[in-house]
């Protein structure tokens, strides 16, 4: 038999959740199979799938040892340089700019490193997460940005600031979310509105009308910080949170952000990188505000957390925009 006690960062969830991220190496039919034949208890007490763990719950699984080695897998620890700049830290959340290029979570072509891989080495050097004690649970980001965006994303470092994350973000008008970009044209400053929906294979969207089966709402606001010669600095807020729902969003009303390879102008782009080396988008990710906070988070209450430019953004803007 073995014996764990929850903690904070295990308990607010179900217990078949989290019997899942533990023995992550077992079928999921195995966990509630041991549901039902009582291999698994709470303080003694047989449990359904659906109890929610509390902090001190003494859980006890009907499993041999070797079993339990065999189902539980720790987080492996990768030897990684640390890419990112902290821009906010507690011991609740950790607040960071991502530079372009670097992916938030894995993919087929990249499984180690992440900027979620960064983070854990990082909180593990810290001394602030140890896989072996904290097993079911990994800190993680609870919003991603596309691998050539740069700019802030939120971690959560405990699973009730992650939960409260989750939650704020899911509400939609708890966080702001602001971006800086440089468009094609003269784009005036816009409250935009419009539907979009995801390509078969998922890495492109394309704009569609309202009554297409499975459009998704997105809403964009535009504010028009400086033209020039041809372009437009802007701030850019959104409202809704769809995949690249800004670059889609601008190059469907005629202003293509500069150095996007999938939505972009492909001769301007061209020209952008012969002029100013730029390899990818000009877009980052710039402020995040906590309009609204919840649960554990409400000290964070409208308090704004900046991530500048990188150097190279902020060289080509200089350029564009001399007057800023």
Do not use: W
């Not at 966990?31 to 034949?37: E, G, H």
């Not at 699973?159 to 005036?188: F, P, V, W």
């Not at 988008?281 to 500048?308: D, E, R, S």
């Amino acid at each position: 038999m073995k014996k764990l006690i929850i903690d904070e960062n295990h308990a607010n969830q179900r217990i078949d959740k989290y019997l899942k991220k533990l023995l992550c190496q077992a079928p999921s039919q195995l966990i509630y199979k041991m549901l039902r034949k009582k291999d698994v208890k709470v303080n003694g007490v047989k449990v359904k799938e659906n109890y929610i763990l509390q902090n001190h719950d003494v859980v006890e699984l009907f499993l041999y040892e070797d079993k339990f080695q065999e189902y539980t897998r720790a987080q492996t620890i990768f030897d990684l340089k640390i890419e990112f700049q902290v821009i906010y830290e507690d011991d609740k959340i950790l607040v960071v700019g991502k530079p372009a290029g670097l992916l938030v979570h894995e993919d087929i072509n990249e499984d180690m490193n992440t900027l979620s891989n960064q983070v854990i080495t990082y909180l593990y050097q810290k001394g602030e997460y140890d896989p072996q004690i904290s097993l079911g649970f990994t800190p993680g980001p609870v919003h991603r940005l596309d691998r050539n965006t740069s700019g802030i994303v939120i971690f959560g470092k405990t699973m009730r600031a992650l939960q409260d994350l989750n939650e704020m973000m899911k509400k939609r008008h708890c966080i702001e979310k602001t971006y800086l970009t440089i468009c094609k044209g003269h784009m005036s400053s816009a409250d935009l509105v419009g539907y979009m929906k995801k390509d078969g294979d998922q890495s492109l969207v394309k704009v569609v009308t309202q009554n297409t089966p499975g459009a998704l709402m997105m809403h964009t606001l535009v504010e028009n910080i400086e033209y020039h010669q041809g372009f437009s600095l802007l701030k850019v807020q959104l409202v809704t949170g769809r995949t690249h729902q800004i670059r889609v969003h601008l190059a469907s009303v005629g202003h293509p952000i500069i150095g996007d390879s999938k939505y972009g102008d492909f001769e301007l782009n061209r020209e952008m990188k012969k002029k100013y080396h730029l390899q990818h988008q000009f877009l980052h990710a710039y402020t995040i505000k906590f309009v609204k906070p919840i649960g554990c988070l409400k000290y964070l209450q409208n308090q704004v957390m900046i991530c500048p430019l990188p150097q190279n953004l902020q060289d080509i803007k200089r350029s564009m925009f001399c007057k800023l």
